[in-house]
């Protein structure tokens, strides 16, 4: 997402997202041309929008508190977590945006509309609510209702892409503050195994998210002055949050960097490094961001291996991971990703080789890209041709049951008839809204996706400004249309992966939600 030449206004050494190679964009120019067909069906769903979004006035709210921005994050057989946004009506922090009010919130919840008799509150004030049901029973439908000062919480808008941000049914959406519904999932059949977070697109070393070249309504965002940058003060957010909810193992898939300059990859590694120990705790791979002027010489020196590739193959208790470098080619990052022949030739023998063994892939382009709101370029996405001979690999080898993908800056879940095993996932940004990760539960009978916000206050804070991104279009892309978008449960029998478990052998909750520090082998 950054050109190869840095543009004023801002000074060398300044990372800004233009949104040239990772993000479906509204300027083909940027990112490779869209075809006519992509153009059309975008422009048939944008035009309207950016219509109203030029010339609607600013909403009035009736009450002295708007409490807006309600969305279902996390859902789980046994837990929910919600956010929302109180603000002052008829303020102007200076971006067409109303103030932020920090105050009181709750959520009211039962198993049917008319009696809401439970309630889960926060412990402080705050304009950037996030509240954890816990305690739900799988396969039952909950009704909700989020407050602040009894103003009822509005729910993120995603009628552009069909999508319902608030629950798992429609039920309470033509009412304003609800009460919303959803229904718990049932937990992956079998004994929890082990918990890996799944994140990318840390971007250290960017100053402006989001800004388009020669667009004026997209303005870029920028952190306040005097605070942390923001991509380091997400991603050490987001490493927190995936040790507190119990990741054993944490892969990162790319996009480390703004830039591949040697000060951020450090600096990405020393953050990273809090989670563990590299190549033992942790994983990373390359994105086209990560590459330098020495061809990625400098990723290679800080997350690399000496005189070995940039993909590898790791067993863990059975479980393979498998990391691919998906721009292993030459270029300026701003075109479609491509694994060069040795990699790929290797990636097929060690499919072959281990048909059967439970594998996690992860790189940073996607092998497909549906869906999407903004036009789709050839950049977006791995080439089409090389897409299709690792979906053909994956139809060969049934022990494959995730590809876990960035670039997108989305939350997006994707099977293909071709690989139907797989899942094809898509996590947002580390960096900026929605601002989080995927903890991936690996049960002996199956798995479950559950998409976790970062929420240290700073971090809930700069969600909250970084989702005007796009001309306020954002969350229609990055939220993820559905809650099965960024949590789903997939049954399948994946008892040949042994079970990592503290030394001290303590008992584990199904969510993973006790630290694992140095965790061993126990295949019993």
Known sequence: MRLPTPRPPFTAGEHTTDMRCCLPVPLGALAGIPGP??????????????????????????????????????LTEDRAVITWHTALPGTDDGTGRMLPAATEGEIVYGTHPARLNRTAGEDRPTAHHHVELTGLEPGQTYYYQARSRGVPATPTALHLVRGNAAGTSRHGLDTPGGPYSFTT????????????????????GETVAGLVAGVPFLRGVAQRTGQTPYP????????????????????????????????????????????????????????????????GDTFHREFGLPDGPGWFEHDVAGLRIIGLDTYDKRGNGGDAGGLGAEQL?????????HREQPTVVFGHHPLTVREAL??????????????????????TA????????????????THVPLAPQVTLQE??????????????????????????????????????????????????????????????????????????????????????????????????
């Open 185 to 204: 999932p049932q937990p992956p059949p079998g004994r929890h195994l082990l918990s890996l977070a799944l994140c990318n697109d840390l971007h250290i």
């Open 427 to 524: 996590v947002g940004a580390a960096k900026e809204y929605p601002g989080g990760f995927f903890l991936l539960r690996i049960h002996s009978g199956g798995f479950a996706l559950n998409f976790f916000r970062a929420r240290a206050a700073e971090a809930l804070e700069w969600n909250e400004r970084s989702r005007r991104q796009a001309g306020g279009l954002w969350p229609y892309h990055a939220l993820g249309r559905t809650v099965a978008d960024r949590n789903s449960v997939v049954a399948r029998d994946l008892s040949g992966i042994g079970r990592l478990v503290p030394p001290s052998a303590q008992s584990r909750s199904p969510q993973g939600m006790t630290a694992v520090p140095n965790p061993r082998l126990d295949v019993a």
């Open 345 to 353: 030739s290797w990636f097929r023998r060690r499919l072959r080789a």
């Open 37 to 74: 067909c992509e153009l059309l069906r975008s422009g048939f769903l944008l035009a309207p929008a950016l219509v109203r979004s030029a010339t609607a006035p600013r909403p009035r709210h009736p009450r002295s508190l708007a409490a807006v921005h309600l969305e279902l994050v996390t």
């Open 398 to 413: 049934p022990g494959v049951f995730l590809h876990h993908v960035g670039h997108t800056h989305r939350n997006k879940r």
């Open 232 to 295: 380091e003060l997400m991603s050490r957010a987001v490493v927190d949050e995936a040790r507190r909810r119990g990741a054993q193992l944490l892969l990162a898939a790319g996009d480390i960097s703004a830039g591949g300059g040697p000060r951020d990859l450090a600096e990405a590694r020393r953050i990273l490094d809090g989670f563990g120990t590299h190549r033992r705790d942790y994983f990373v791979v390359r994105g086209n961001h990560d590459r330098s002027a020495g061809e």
């Open 374 to 395: 903004f036009p789709v370029s050839p950049a977006q996405r791995l080439g089409r041709r090389q897409a299709r001979a690792i979906l053909r690999a994956y139809a």
